[in-house]
């Protein structure tokens, strides 16, 4: 009973108050700051609902512009209504250059603008889209004279009660900003926090605040410095009757400052910046440890047993926790479908996290997914950086343990990366896709497999604070075994060899049977997944090739070639390391010795007849019956080798264009494969399909 009469007079005595504190209204005021209005339009699809946040700062909540303006910017100005007189409003307000850039197409997208130095609200009238070259208002929305705006509020300092606690005036810089300047404490509190709740005066039945590093662990000392912190989770300054620096296992406070009632303060938009960051830790320059940081609300399994991922909103950045059942040969990557609406690869916009073992480091890559193919510089699956964009994502913390490697990135709501990068809405659902996949050499994303990805539509709201979806951690749950991999097939001794592609063979095929990542394609030689195939010096072969002759189609386009390079991928590669691959055949020299590949013929693919059934199928042969062949109209390419006496023992056929589509050749000595061939069981060469079908035609 003496442990329940504190709670019931707690509740009793905060009651009323929360109410009153929720019931608190200023005419207009809405959890985007101040209403003015909606966009008029009255050209290219302008709309938006506008709203004050602060002295300096507009809201424009899903703003919309269809971008084929030829002049068009964000204008303000204090005429009685929009004229060439006005004035630009930057966005972004962090251009790079002497000029703002020109307004971009936008399509419901939540954007801050804030008016350039030194002009306030007070000082506009209205707000346009405007052209500047024709001098044309595609729309605009007014400023209602007398319009009360948010402003910050100026609190008393910390009350000085222990551990030589004080402050200067304390300010709620919005509705989940407090700013503490010339803060002082001994740091000797055993289990100190910053402290928040309701009531007359500090008690127990309080909240923690993170620091200013956004960290949770009891507080260090301060010794006149000046920080920032924010309230947790969906918590405002609306809800809270105090601030206080609080010993939670003495009970016992510290100091503190009174909330007043009668706020009106701007909404927490993302308008302020914590300084320093609340993932910085200033002192060492380095990223917080993962097992200080706050942690995240919102958790989504995306691949059942293998990814998940954790989420939390601040401000105008989300900070994003990837944990997957991968190796350091792996990837995994999450971001935003590349269609509303529906979960789509092409055109998405995706963070690829992994392990650098060369580097020693955790790695988070902003990627644009242009095509299906591997990237070539212009188009693919390609990180930012590689055609002309800007890596947004930022690494907070990485951990690998039991398994698992887990990966802490941050990246803005809303970026200035042109097309490579997606806007993440501020209060609504998007779509988002996943998957897990093999790095290449380079470290970047080859293909992943068909059931190493996300199925169906997954939208998220990124604003969520309780959408924990995941039952419990992936280091809980116990690894899947892997599926028996198929055997090495063979070719020997054939003269006649056709060249074409088909799918890798899921977690079977490929990647297993070579150590190789994968790109989801492969070469078939004698319709064969990647064979060995047995040569003899000094003799002829002939290669009819059919892996696409579009330049313009990456996706569809693998110009043959045989070299002492396991990896392949000579147009790829810069001129030093084109000098370190030795080419046998496949690649010619124009006149100023640039390489070019000289064998692409039509495009032939073995695909799925439904979907990709490699992971039922025992061996190739069962799922080789899960295919069918397409090919494009025209004639194959032919390529003549002549193997020389001084070729390596093992050379490797590959595309010209993308890196491991292809494997081992083996070169013997005159006489060699007579003996090779005999020796070697059917199953190994190339009658092992024809004898298989045969069988099944025979049974039918």
Same mark, same amino acid.
């Given at each position: ?10 509740l ?16 207009g ?17 302008i ?25 068009a ?28 850039p ?62 030589q ?48 590093r ?27 009757? %105090? ?23 701007? !909404?927490?938009?993302?308008q ?8 910085y ?64 690869m ?31 510089? @212009? ?40 097309p490579?990068?997606? =806007? ?33 539509? =997954? ?6 604070r ?10 809980e ?5 892997n ?6 097939? @063979? ?39 990647? !064979? ?115 070729t ?6 590959q ?7 292809? %494997?081992k ?36």
């Amino acid at each position: 009973m003496d442990t329940l009469l504190p709670l019931v007079l707690f509740l009793v005595c905060a009651a009323p108050h929360q109410a009153s504190a929720q019931s608190r209204h200023y005419p207009g005021r809405t959890k985007y700051g101040r209403l003015v209005g909606e966009f008029k339009e009255y050209a290219h699809g302008i709309r938006g609902s506008v709203f004050v946040v602060d002295e300096t700062t507009l809201f424009i909540k899903g703003f919309a512009y269809d971008g084929t303006g030829p002049d068009a910017f964000f204008w303000v100005g204090n005429q009685t209504r929009p004229s060439p007189e006005g004035e630009i409003v930057p966005y972004p307000k962090d251009f790079k250059g002497r000029e703002p850039p020109i307004l971009p197409a936008i399509s419901n997208a939540d954007i801050i603008l804030r008016l350039p130095f030194p002009k306030r609200i007070r000082d506009i009238k209205w707000l346009a889209v405007w052209c500047r070259r024709f001098t044309v208002n595609f729309g605009d929305v007014f400023i209602p004279p007398n319009l009360e705006i948010p402003k910050t509020r100026v609190l008393p300092e910390f009350k000085r009660l222990a551990h030589q606690l004080r402050s200067g005036n304390i300010s709620i810089l919005d509705a989940k900003t407090f700013y503490i300047p010339n803060l002082h404490y001994d740091g000797a509190g055993p289990d100190a926090y910053f402290w928040v709740g309701n009531g007359s005066e500090p008690n127990e039945f309080g909240i923690k605040v993170p620091n200013e590093r956004g960290s949770l662990e009891p507080l260090r000392g301060y010794q006149g410095e000046d920080i920032e912190i924010q309230l947790p989770n969906n918590l405002t300054v609306y809800n809270i009757d %105090w601030l206080s620096m609080w010993c939670v296992q003495y009970k016992h406070n510290f100091g503190h400052v009174m909330i007043p009632k009668d706020l009106d303060v701007p !909404p927490a938009l993302g308008q302020t910046k914590i300084t320093p960051p609340w993932w910085y830790n200033p002192t060492t320059s380095t990223t917080q440890d993962p097992l200080q940081m706050p942690k995240m609300t919102n958790c989504r399994e995306l691949l059942s047993n293998r990814l998940q991922v954790e989420w939390e909103m601040h401000g105008n950045e989300v900070q994003i926790q990837l944990s997957g059942r991968i190796t350091e040969s792996q990837y995994m990557a999450f971001g935003i479908s590349g269609e509303n609406g529906r979960s789509s690869m092409l055109g998405a916009d995706v963070v690829v996290a992994f392990y650098d073992k060369d580097q020693k480091a955790f790695k988070a890559v902003d990627y644009y997914l242009s095509k299906y193919a591997q990237c070539d510089g @212009r188009e693919g699956v390609c990180p930012d950086e590689k055609v002309g964009g800007k890596n947004e994502a930022v690494v907070i913390s990485g951990e690998q343990r039991d398994g698992i490697i887990t990966v802490t990135y941050k990246r803005p709501l809303q970026t200035r990366d042109g097309p490579y990068d997606k =806007i993440i809405p501020f209060d609504s659902e998007v779509n988002v896709i996943a998957a897990i996949g093999p790095l290449n050499s380079r470290m970047e994303a080859n293909a992943h497999n068909s059931g190493d990805r996300t199925s169906g539509d =997954i939208r998220i709201d990124f604003s969520s604070r309780n959408d924990h979806a995941c039952i419990s951690s992936l280091s809980e749950k116990k690894e899947v075994s892997n599926l028996k991999v198929w055997k090495q097939l @063979r070719i020997v001794g054939e003269k006649e060899l056709s060249a074409r592609i088909g799918p890798t063979g899921g977690q079977r095929g490929y990647t297993h049977l070579t150590d190789h990542p994968s790109w989801g394609i492969a070469w078939y030689i004698n319709d064969l997944l990647i !064979p060995e195939v047995f040569v003899e010096r000094g003799q002829s072969y002939v290669f009819k090739v059919e892996g696409g002759f579009e330049e313009a189609n990456p996706a569809r386009y693998h110009p043959f070639y045989i070299t002492d390079s396991s990896e392949g991928g000579f147009g790829q590669k810069s001129e030093e390391q084109q000098k370190q691959q030795r080419v046998f055949a496949g690649v010619g020299y124009d006149a100023e010795g640039n390489p070019y590949p000289n064998t692409a013929g039509r495009y032939c693919e073995w695909i799925h007849k439904t979907v990709d059934q490699s992971s039922s199928k025992e061996t190739f042969e069962s799922f080789f019956e899960t295919l069918k062949l397409e090919c494009e109209p025209g004639e194959p390419a032919i390529l003549n080798w002549t193997v020389a006496m001084d070729t390596p023992d093992t050379v490797y056929y590959q595309c010209y264009t993308h890196n491991n589509l292809g %494997w081992k050749i083996q070169v013997k000595n005159p006489g060699e494969l007579a003996g090779l061939n005999s020796a070697m069981p059917l199953h190994t060469t190339v009658a092992a399909v024809a004898v298989h079908l045969l069988v099944l035609m025979l049974g039918r």
